[in-house]
């Protein structure tokens, strides 16, 4: 099961990489091409969906890499069980506003698929593309989240997706 949910947010921060790619690639165009008086019709707004979707794809993978800012002033002042126990109700709060997340995200995407909603923009794309790389980040981070929930009300220490080699730059 650990292999199976570490390659699921492996590949949400895989795919959140294309993500940034895909932005980088659609402002690039856009840059290079305007002076030689070509329009490429909604590279603007497709770059905004492609940076929506990077954020919300990395979620799982930052937090699982232990990447995503906590404030742990308080946390690392306290000992043994006082930390396990203040670790636990952060673990609670955030998996059950993840949870909270995940759900209206995945909504919103349903309903916009149901009522056939569409962007404003020139190219008129139906909305529940975009916000469907929304609801599916939103719902790995949900997953990671109950992950660290359930091996910290077990005892167990977190598991963290192991790194390239490499300490990751932190400043605490």
């Not at 359930?150 to 390239?164: D, E, I, K, Q």
């Amino acid at each position: 099961m650990r292999q199976i949910l570490n390659t699921l947010y492996r590949l949400s921060g895989g795919l959140a990489a294309v993500g940034m790619v895909c932005t980088l690639v659609l402002v690039t165009s856009g840059i290079v091409t305007r002076p030689l008086g070509i329009y490429l019709r909604g590279t603007d707004d497709y770059a905004g969906y492609a940076m929506a979707a990077c954020g919300f794809l990395a979620l799982a993978y930052t937090f699982k890499h232990g990447e995503h800012i906590r404030v742990t002033l308080l946390i690392d002042r306290l000992g043994g069980a006082g930390q396990r126990t203040l670790q636990w109700v952060a673990l609670l709060i955030g998996t059950g506003m993840s949870a909270a997340l995940a759900w209206y995200s995945v909504r919103l995407a349903w309903q916009s698929h149901a009522f056939g909603d569409i962007s404003q923009g020139v190219d008129a794309t139906p909305l529940w593309l975009p916000q469907l790389a929304l609801a599916i980040g939103a719902a790995v981070f949900f997953i990671a989240m109950l992950d660290d929930l359930v091996m910290t009300t077990l005892g167990r220490p977190c598991a963290r997706l192991a790194s390239a080699g490499q300490e990751p730059a932190r400043m605490e």
